[in-house]
């Protein structure tokens, strides 16, 4: 025989791997799940068994938790929207002060890029902070050199490049900067005289 059960899910008994996984949500965040599948489900004709919601909570749980705006993340924990963006601006912050000089990339960073379709696609600490140490590493070439091509153009593009590879100091000012260049250009200009 055959019967379905009309039950909220924060009384169905996981077991196995769903079971800890369940065990990361509130009751009320289970019936709220439990609602969200009842309106995946309601086009169909089939019912999910208890093995198949069992199994969704044990290898689809990042769906489940997607279901009502809800993100697991490897490390083991669930987080609503707004605690997984201070989550997150607390790792890139910690990115950032392990990465001299750039607040100026911080703000654009966490403003442009890790908007929360972004922060959707990261999977941990870890990887938070490679993205933005990439964005860093990716951009911190390219403001330096518009600074400088504004304050002097009539140096060289490839001697700019040079000095930003490898003098352009991350925690000093631009202004600081420009004199540090004039210092080095002084230095290096004979090796970019034209033949």
């Given at each position: 025989m055959k019967y379905t059960v009309d039950e909220n899910l924060s009384n169905f008994k996981f077991w196995s791997g769903a079971k800890d996984r369940a065990e990361l949500l509130t009751g009320s965040q289970l019936d709220e799940i439990g609602e969200a599948l009842e309106r995946e489900y309601a086009d169909g004709e089939k019912l999910p068994t208890d093995t198949e919601i069992n199994d969704l909570f044990w290898f689809d749980f990042e769906y489940v938790c997607g279901l009502i705006g809800l993100m697991y993340k490897e490390d083991g924990d669930v987080y609503d929207s707004d605690s997984w963006k201070e989550h997150a601006e607390e790792v890139i912050q910690k990115a950032y002060e392990n990465t001299e000089g750039v607040a100026f990339l911080h703000d654009v960073f966490w403003d442009g890029f890790a908007d929360e379709t972004d922060l959707d696609e990261l999977n941990s600490d870890?990887?938070?902070?490679?993205?933005?140490?990439?964005?860093?590493?990716?951009?911190?070439?390219?403001?330096?050199?518009?600074?400088?091509?504004?304050?002097?153009?009539?140096?060289?593009?490839?001697?700019?490049?040079?000095?930003?590879?490898?003098?352009?100091?991350?925690?000093?000012?631009?202004?600081?900067?420009?004199?540090?260049?004039?210092?080095?250009?002084?230095?290096?200009?004979?090796?970019?005289?034209?033949?």
């Open positions: 870890g990887e938070i902070r490679e993205e933005f140490q990439d964005y860093v590493q990716d951009n911190y070439a390219d403001r330096a050199a518009d600074v400088l091509e504004e304050k002097i153009p009539f140096i060289p593009e490839e001697a700019r490049e040079d000095f930003i590879a490898g003098d352009w100091d991350m925690n000093a000012s631009d202004d600081f900067n420009e004199a540090l260049f004039f210092h080095w250009w002084d230095k290096h200009q004979d090796e970019y005289k034209e033949d």
